[in-house]
């Protein structure tokens, strides 16, 4: 038998749809896999193994070859611009990135701070509008900083809008929509292009039935 296609599958709140596009997909992975502590599950019936890895992760080792294939969200590709071919989008727990901050506050003129855990796509984007802004790189409970006057805005994903509302913070613009892409390794393609090929089919067939 060929060696299996490995498959890095974000942990969190991506793997539940993921794991069931790819069941669709005829892949059956288990559905306990989300619970176990077990980082590397094997399904020699199917002849794939799967890498349970943290989402901003997945991208790493499907470009440094350790993974054939990734899931990853739209996000996490932008902000790492990494050498991984992006061939399918699975229309998974959509979101956007957005700038948000305390209602009627103004940007300040000089430098206004923007605290976010996306300094590239932040960057970009204020470049873009011509804003010369200073990047306050956090991990998470980003909506802490604008409340706390440690910033000006920041630029996070959005997604019920929950957590927002929540801290009295409003959103100024969007900056992108996002879904979960599929991502495969260019050598990956080459050595392993029928069965990641029947993967990406199975897959798109899956996604197509999803969204009729
Ligand atoms: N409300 C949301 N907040 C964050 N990400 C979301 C949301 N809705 C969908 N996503 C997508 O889910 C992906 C996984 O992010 P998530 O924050 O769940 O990871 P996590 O499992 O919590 O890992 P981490 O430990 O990095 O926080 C994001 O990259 C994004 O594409
Ligand atoms: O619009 P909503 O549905 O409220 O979702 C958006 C929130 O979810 C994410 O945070 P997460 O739960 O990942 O926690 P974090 O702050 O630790 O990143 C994101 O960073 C927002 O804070």
Known sequence: ????????????????????????????????????????LEFPEQNIQVMMAKPMDVVTYVEYGAADIGIAGKDVLLEQDRDVYEVLDLKISPCYVAVAGLPNQPLSRIAPKIATKYPKIASDYFREQGEQIEIIPLNG????????????????????????????????????DITSRLIVNPVSYRLKGNEIDEMVDGLSKAVEAESV
Do not use: H
């Not at 969190?12 to 896999?33: C, F, K, T, V, W």
């Open 1 to 40: 038998m060929s060696k299996p296609l490995i498959i890095a599958m974000p942990k969190g709140r991506i793997y539940e749809e993921a794991a069931e596009l790819m069941q669709q997909a005829g892949y059956n992975l288990s559905a306990d896999a989300e619970e176990s502590r077990k980082l590397i």
């Open 141 to 176: 409970s980003i909506e802490l900083a604008p409340i706390i006057g440690l910033t000006d805005r920041i630029v996070d994903i959005v997604s019920t809008g929950r957590t927002l509302k929540e801290n009295g913070l409003v959103e100024y613009e969007k900056i992108t």
